[in-house]
């Protein structure tokens, strides 16, 4: 008697449909906007503090942000990510 093989590539796709179909559910059942404030919690305050009160005016203003993470990358012994 010949072996049942199931298609690879179908089980694959039907997979995949279950997959998408489960994503999409959550997502409906997911409230809209900050989840927090639909349940009547305080949303989550914002911990960040501007580098300079008026943002970022000149070329001088973005050097001395980056000289100041250079800094404190040098204080905390942080290695700096590669460029490319």
């Known amino acids: ?7 690879v590539e179908r ?4 997979y995949s449909m279950r997959q998408s179909r ?12 900050n989840s927090r404030v639909a ?6 305050p914002d911990n960040s503090e501007p580098w300079l009160p008026g943002g970022v005016r000149s070329m001088a203003d973005a050097i ?3 000289d100041q993470i250079k800094k404190d990358m040098e204080q ?5 990510p ?3």
């Open 39 to 44: 349940r009547g919690l305080n949303p989550i």
């Open 22 to 33: 489960a994503w999409v559910k959550r997502q409906q059942n997911r409230p809209e906007g």
């Open 1 to 7: 008697m010949k072996q049942y093989r199931p298609d």
């Open 76 to 80: 905390w012994k942080i290695a700096s």
């Open 11 to 14: 089980a694959k796709w039907l």
């Open 64 to 66: 001395w942000i980056s």
């Open 82 to 84: 590669p460029t490319t």
